[in-house]
């Protein structure tokens, strides 16, 4: 594969067999990049399929389905024979299929660095990213002058656990437009945007209505971000939105997975002090559940 994919190709993991591949609908001019990440267990080719991620912030939904489908029927055809050669160019594709259309692309800058996915030390993001790149899923088109400044964005201590690591970024917003704004500019980096899943929740509120606009997006890690919105209720942050990005590392976790990113997102919300300590709020929800038992006791 290294042979025929040249630079596309990279190893993650020799050991543990997980490679990455960059696959692109034009090498010298993409409008499309999707990259598929595999782990090849032991029983390879013969009786189990690739462990695979397929990551890329535009892929959604019933497109996610649609590919994965188109996959796992080329590994049933296929059975006992090695199959990355038939996936990438699959994927290649589907991609050149959807450049071809008149929807446009993401119209991110070429990438002319190969991607260090197995650096942990990286995974310390920087706030200017090297390679800047336009936002993929949003519009922010408006002049910048007439929309709300971007606000600062801090990165917390990431966190590993079976090769999977997790990942807190956190910025202060008043309005959808900021996070339309810190979403666009986290995607700028590389990094970021290649994450297997990039879980947020945000709770901005409004003084006028005295209530909450609040929102959360799972990124394919089903009820994630449900999950961390509910901690952010129960911490009763307010004006803040928290984005915890997971690098996937062929292992699976289980129920692991959602401990470790709502650990992610309380660890950085305590230090940039939007909520007190994880004693002191677990103590007062511990509080709330008494205040309510003492009050169904009273009604009989």
């Given at each position: 594969m290294a042979a025929i994919y040249g630079e596309e190709w990279c190893v993650i993991d020799d050991c543990a067999k997980i490679f990455c591949i960059r696959i692109s609908d034009d090498i010298d001019d993409p409008k499309w990049t999707l990259c598929l990440q595999v782990m090849l267990p032991n029983e390879y080719p013969g009786t189990a399929p690739p462990v695979y991620q397929l990551n890329a912030p535009w892929l959604k939904g019933q497109e996610r389905a649609d590919l994965?489908?188109?996959?796992?029927?080329?590994?049933?055809?296929?059975?006992?024979?090695?199959?990355?050669?038939?996936?990438?160019?699959?994927i290649r594709d589907v991609l050149i299929q959807k450049s071809q259309m008149t929807e446009p692309g993401p119209d991110v800058k070429k990438k002319t660095e190969?991607?260090?996915?197995?650096?942990?030390?990286?995974?310390?993001?920087?706030?200017q990213p090297e390679t800047p790149a336009k936002a993929l899923d949003f519009d922010i088109s408006e002049n910048r002058t007439e929309i709300e400044e971007l606000p600062p964005i801090d990165h917390g201590i990431p966190?590993?656990?079976?090769?999977?690591?997790?990942?807190a970024h956190l910025a202060p917003v008043v309005c959808p437009k900021q996070v339309k704004m810190v979403l666009a500019k986290l995607y700028e980096n590389k990094k970021i945007a290649s994450a297997t899943h990039n879980i947020y929740a945000y709770r901005i509120y409004c003084e006028d209505k005295q209530t909450f606009l609040q929102d959360c997006e799972d990124d394919g890690e089903t009820a994630a971000g449900g999950r961390l919105l509910h901690l952010m209720e129960i911490l009763n942050v307010r004006n803040v939105m928290v984005v915890v990005s997971r690098w996937y590392g062929g292992i699976l976790l289980g129920p692991d997975r959602f401990k470790h990113i709502n650990n992610c997102a309380r660890n950085i919300l305590v230090e940039r002090n939007y909520t007190n300590s994880p004693e002191e709020s677990s103590k007062a929800l511990g509080k709330n559940k008494k205040v309510r038992k003492d009050k169904k006791r009273s009604e009989h």
């Open positions: 994965s489908n188109s996959l796992e029927e080329i590994y049933i055809q296929n059975i006992g024979e090695s199959i990355l050669y038939l996936w990438v160019e699959k190969e991607e260090d996915v197995e650096c942990e030390d990286d995974l310390i993001l920087a706030c966190i590993t656990d079976r090769r999977s690591t997790f990942q």
